[in-house]
């Protein structure tokens, strides 16, 4: 069965709205009331595939807590210059056999991974 949706949860909605969407450029699906106090925002990579859900509501997942999560990329390079030329501190970009890759943290902590993927095939070649 495929990942349908990964919550990421935050301290402030409008906020970690802005930087996923404005910031990182992935597509807002919804954002809509959900019971009193709280709101059900789901975006998605452009591409498509598995969606995240922006949350306040467990208890038991902090903001900041949510590490590792990798979002596939095409061009890292190209990706880095853009989120640095948007005022984002970033390291430089890292090599492993898997992939070149860059990590970064949203406005909570929460640490992701953008990644340009190496093709499986190269892998089992060298």
Sequence with gaps: MPVAIVSIPVTDLDRARAFYVDTLGLALLRDAPMG???????????????TIALVTWFEQLRPGGQQGLMLGIDDVDAEHARLTALGLELPAVAEEPWGRYIMLTDPD??????????????????
């Excluded at 009193?36 to 598995?50: C, E, S, T, V």
């Excluded at 929460?110 to 060298?126: A, F, K, V, Y």
């Design 36 to 50: 009193p106090d709280m709101r059900w925002i789901q975006l998605q990579p452009k591409d498509g595939g598995a």
């Design 109 to 126: 902590g929460n640490g992701l991974i953008l990644s340009q993927l190496t093709d499986p095939q190269e892998i089992r070649t060298r």
